[in-house]
């Protein structure tokens, strides 16, 4: 009996406590299996104007050299 029982007592722990960190940390879950040809878009986060934020890094100024 508890061949049967004990690893279902775990599985079941586990399961639960994957559950609670995956609520806690969304963006850690793995991606959902998707069917073949299926297209998705996921848009990145950028600021309205269009440029480049200025926490990206330098602008290093060079010369052409011909």
Not at 3 to 27: A, D, G, I, M
Not at 32 to 58: A, C, L, M
Request: glycine share 6%; hydrophobic share 25%.
């Amino acid at each position: 009996m508890t061949t049967y029982v004990f690893p279902w007592l775990v599985k079941r722990s586990v399961k639960k406590y994957q559950e609670k960190f995956y609520e806690q940390n969304p963006h850690l879950k793995p991606d959902q299996p998707r069917k073949e040809g299926e297209v998705t878009i996921e848009k990145v986060g950028r600021e309205e104007s269009g440029n480049v934020p200025e926490n990206i890094g330098e602008y290093t100024e060079y010369e052409d050299i011909k």
